[in-house]
């Protein structure tokens, strides 16, 4: 019985003068044995699941204390904040592996301002369920189809997204605070957080808090961070860079007795936050 303490029984034989030998206990990985007294015994070399106890007397004792482990999550976040002249949108793919129990549905909290359109298990569109979360965050539950068996992993991914003011960005600027995806059940949490958006915007983050810089490596990708813990921090501010534009001119004029023809080729580079209009 969990939590009540139990001894390993005794062989005894008869007319025996010596009596040495080894004692095994074999229990699943989900099983936590804790050895409240021993007498007659000592550890030997054991391995997972299993502990062996070398005994030198037929009385000896040792006596147990059964706990149930309780499941544990470990999660692998991979999430993207894109700026796109169309919208802002958060998305994320996470690897989730159970250990020691199965799990029978998934849960994460998202920042309350941003807006859930598509969760994805193993690649198949779920329904999901909004329930009560923290103070400024959505929790989502999402049933699984069949459980997660221990040792197992799955992949779920979520799309969402958030009406920013004034977006695109022209002369104003926008900011925000990085959102986090928060998965109550995972006692270990690590991934990356990238920022994707166009060179004509300027980005800054401030008041970075367990994000930890790291180089870019894919195109559009602006700014990239890993992080071991999913209560990290950070404000983005978004701007639009200025524009700079050089031109260069070539003009070819034919003069005839009655008609003068020209013609005139201008080649423009544009850098920057770009050109809206052209005068």
Known sequence: ETGTPWTVPNLT????TSHVGRVTIQHPAAVRLRLEESDGARAATGSAGQQ?????REDFELAFETKTRERELHATVTSLLDLAPTGVTFSAATQVESHFAPLFEVTFQLPSEWRVELIEVDGDSLPWQVIPGEEGFNSYRIALKKPLPPGKELSFRFMSSQEIKDWPVEENTAEFTLPT????EASLVEGTFVIRGGDDLGLKTTDLFNLDPAPATAINERLRFFFQ????EGLLTVSRKPSRVSAQSLTFTR????????HLQTTLD????????LT
């Open 13 to 16: 034989l008869r007319n025996v």
């Open 52 to 56: 062996t106890f070398d005994v030198w």
């Open 181 to 184: 995806v928060q998965i109550p």
């Open 229 to 232: 813990q999913s209560d990290y």
């Open 255 to 262: 003069l005839d007795q009655e008609v003068l023809q020209s």
């Open 270 to 277: 544009i850098s920057g936050g770009g050109l809206r209009t």
